[in-house]
């Protein structure tokens, strides 16, 4: 939830129409076979992707906070900041389905930092303009992308294999809309991540 | 194998020619080989930069903690030492000293170098892990 990196505000209005899904849901995403909670955790595979799905965790958590920081920045415009804070929510839903994996394999997820460190690290007093914003969440979601898939072959669990590779899907989608926004040429050479 | 493949198409239907007019056929010209692997290009720290930024950007910056440790002066350091990081216990007890040979092996698969990391990205291409690593130091200052 972005109320967790920062003060409640208009934010948690603009943003706070993400879905969290069920345990059962979970079920969905990762196999109804996976994870029966003690079996897992009782092996070093599970443990080893617990510490897998934590980086991606924190990748989402930063996410959702490079959208927060941009919609904060009055620097979009009202069409592209609906754009953002629906790409943000699907952020907030890529965390909730991390968390619940992470639980289920009895691990501990690692929570957000305050929004003011997010900004302190991704530099965003250098945002001057919307498209100095969409540039940053540009490098963010292609960067995202070639972390999902390039995360694979190291996950243990195969049901994980699809949740990551569905994850760098949105990513990917994420990116190629805003490349478009920015008028950024399309990739000559594929495949074009990973 | 584009040449090849090519050429086996084309010499195809010409022997079949030859053969149906009564003509011998004179042998065909061996196929060329596939082309021979070539010798990778030397490793590039600018090319590295650009594999940076897309493949490794989403976790690590040169100047700032994020999900992943920041990276100036990375080579040549110990793993598990840039503070106010918070590594996983089994990077902080490797012992690794970060120079070409150890990240060549890191970036194949952290995960096989040092079960219980908490990265888990694996850079595959090798002139990439090259690259990479000759960009990453070049920003240590070792050149």
Same mark, same amino acid.
Do not use: H, I
């Given at each position: 939830m972005i109320e967790d990196i920062g003060p409640k505000s208009r934010r948690s209005l603009l943003i706070g129409s993400a879905t969290t899904l069920s345990v059962a849901g979970l079920g969905v995403v990762l196999g109804s076979a996976a994870l029966p909670r003690a079996a897992r955790a009782a092996t070093g595979n599970a443990a080893q992707d617990v510490q897998l799905l934590n980086a991606a965790l924190g990748l989402e958590h930063e996410g959702i906070a490079a959208y927060q920081l941009g919609a904060e920045? #009055? +620097? +979009? #415009?009202p069409e592209v900041l609906k754009v953002a804070v629906t790409f943000q929510s699907h952020h907030k839903q890529h965390r909730d389905d991390l968390v619940a994996a992470i639980n289920k394999l009895g691990g501990k997820p690692v929570t957000a930092k305050a929004l003011t460190d997010y900004a302190k690290e991704l530099n965003a007093a250098s945002l001057k303009s919307q498209a100095d914003v969409l540039r940053l969440a540009l490098k963010l979601e292609k960067g995202a992308t070639n972390a999902y898939l390039g995360v694979i072959p190291s996950l243990d669990q195969p049901d994980l294999y699809l949740f990551a590779a569905r994850t760098a899907a949105d990513e990917s989608f994420h990116a190629a809309v805003l490349g478009n926004v920015l008028g950024e040429p399309i990739p000559e050479k594929a495949p074009m991540f990973g | 194998m584009k040449t090849t493949g090519n050429s086996l198409w084309l010499a195809l239907p010409v022997a079949a020619a030859a053969l149906a007019f009564g003509v011998a056929a004179a042998p065909l010209p061996p196929a060329p080989s596939a082309h021979p692997p070539a010798s990778p290009p030397p490793a590039s720290a600018s090319r590295g930069a650009e594999v940076y930024e897309a493949k490794c950007g989403a976790c690590h910056s040169l100047d700032a903690n994020r999900i992943g440790p920041k990276h100036r002066g990375v080579f040549g350091r110990k793993a598990g030492a840039v503070p106010d990081f918070h590594y996983s216990d089994a990077l902080k007890k490797s012992g690794i000293v970060w120079n070409e040979k150890t990240l060549n092996t890191w970036l194949q698969s952290p995960v096989k170098m040092v079960p219980g990391t908490a990265m888990g990205f694996q850079l595959r291409d090798a002139q990439e892990r090259a690259d990479v690593i000759a960009y990453l130091k070049q920003v240590s200052g070792k050149h």
């Open positions: 920045s #009055k +620097l +979009l #415009k | -």
